[in-house]
């Protein structure tokens, strides 16, 4: 559990969810983490968290839909820390339109956020980085997807595409991998649905269960650490093998004891 000591990981979007998961995990293992998002308050609480649990962090404000901000934020960790190991881009934002009724505001918002960020964010890593590990996140939307997640799901295969471009560009010193999320149980995702709904969801995963944000985390330190040393370019998919699935209505209950 002691795979990033010494080392200095910056995750984007961090604050809550997905990210501060990933935050506590690479901290929890060693990792002196720069918290970063738009809300302060949030991004305080993150870093107390991980320092009453022993782990060291600090917080740089940024928004990384402002290039400014992104340069800033990697200078503000290694003049911090004294160094980069690890930059985790998992700031992202969605929409819920379809191809046929998204708007430029819309193509923007997400493609400035969740993709020009991304690299942005790791080219200026890799400026600053002897060696180390880029994580890139994207989703299983990739993948397959469902009706009226545009641009988003566009955006997320696209990520899986850059990711691979910078394996080739980044190699040998700096390793760049994509970690796909599916269905994980945070604020912004079932924070509204009743039980009947989250039981729902639960039956359809070959998991029996929806992700949890410390399932997402383990396999970003896998890829991030040296146990994932010859793996680059490369795209985990952490779904409860939902991309696995053709039909759901053939399915058996895997909430079943068996």
Known sequence: MNRFTDAVAIVTGSTRGIGAGVAERLAAEGASVVVSGRSEEDGRETVAA?????????????DMRDPGDIETLVEATVAEFDGLDVLVNNAGVETYTGADEATVDDWSFVVETD?????????????????????????????????????????????????????????PSVRVNTVAPGWVAVERTTGDMDADRRRELADIHPTGRLGTPDDVAGA???????????????????????TAVLQDDFLPNYREDR
Do not use: C, Q
């Not at 022993?54 to 917080?59: D, E, R």
């Open 115 to 171: 993709f020009r960020a991304f690299w942005l964010a790791a080219k200026h890593a890799y400026d600053r980085m002897e060696t180390g590990a880029i994580v890139n996140m994207s989703s299983n939307h990739s993948l397959a997807t469902t009706p009226e997640i545009f641009p988003y799901n566009a955006v997320k295969a696209g990520i899986n595409g850059m990711t691979r471009a910078m394996a080739l560009d980044f190699g």
């Open 220 to 242: 970003v330190a896998f890829v991030a650490s040296d146990d994932a040393a010859f793996v680059t370019g490369s795209t985990i998919t952490v779904d409860g093998g939902r």
């Open 50 to 62: 991980i320092r009453e649990a022993g782990g060291t962090a600090h917080f740089v404000r940024a």
